[in-house]
């Protein structure tokens, strides 16, 4: 069965600062992640995801991520950080049957003036 | 468009009681989802639902029951609220051309059994 690993369940940063958020992801089968932000008190929306080819993938207010195979990794990343970037963050796998998502635990990303 | 509603926003239940969660979609989409979010477990699939009719078990299906009569609605029934049930709860639904296509969620439902 598939399963998708968030190494750090939080991360503090400094404001402007770069920030990578760590997942990997265990399946032998296509691939399809995902990265959702959640801020406080709301539903999830879609940051961005890889489907297929560019293995660098650019989404919503600045936040990349890049697809490695070998290491079976999507870590996010975003050079400079926003308070506003405060949230948490949750990868996820997709690929099975019926568009079900496989999520990790999540990291609390935590910005700080 | 509305894109997914859930009611309540909120909720206190006493051991042994009864609810109906309710979520509403406005995008067509076919598929549909409930999940729930405990503190440092991400999202756990508890029932999905392909079409009007057509409903399937997730990850986490004992103690709640689901129907789909319409595209539109995607109601979770909770019997005998218990504890273990406190959580966040999330209704989302998709139109997938393929397996990759987004999920969009509504803005949950934080449920509490006393």
């Known amino acids: 069965a598939q399963s998708v690993t968030q190494l750090d369940s939080q991360v503090p940063v400094f404001e402007e600062a770069p920030v990578e958020l760590r997942c990997n992801y265990s399946s032998s089968v296509s691939v399809y992640l995902f990265w959702y932000v959640q801020y406080p008190n709301q539903g999830l929306q879609l940051l961005l995801k890889?489907?297929?080819?560019?293995?660098l993938v650019k989404g919503i207010n600045g936040f990349e991520a890049e697809f490695n195979k070998s290491q079976t990794s999507f870590h996010l990343r975003k050079p400079s950080v926003h308070i506003s970037d405060t949230a948490e963050y949750f990868c996820?796998?997709?690929?099975?049957?019926?568009?079900?998502?496989?999520f990790g635990q999540g990291t609390i990303l935590t910005v700080h003036p | 468009n509305a894109g997914v509603t859930q009611t309540p926003k909120f909720r206190i239940l006493k051991i042994g009681q009864s609810m109906t969660l309710q979520c509403a979609q406005d995008?067509?989409?076919?598929?549909m989802y409930w999940y729930r979010q405990d503190p440092g477990m991400g999202l756990k699939l508890i029932y999905y639902s392909v079409g009007a009719g057509i409903t399937d078990k997730g990850e986490v299906p004992n103690g709640y029951n689901v129907s789909r009569s319409t595209t539109e609605y995607f109601p979770l029934r909770l019997e005998l609220a218990a504890p273990s049930q406190t959580s966040v709860y999330f209704c989302a639904s998709s139109y997938p051309l393929d397996l990759g296509d987004t999920q969009y969620f509504g803005p949950g439902t934080r449920l509490t059994v006393l």
């Open positions: 995008m067509n989409h076919n598929y």
């Open positions: 890889y489907l297929s080819g560019s293995t």
């Open positions: 996820a796998y997709g690929g099975t049957s019926y568009g079900k998502l496989t």
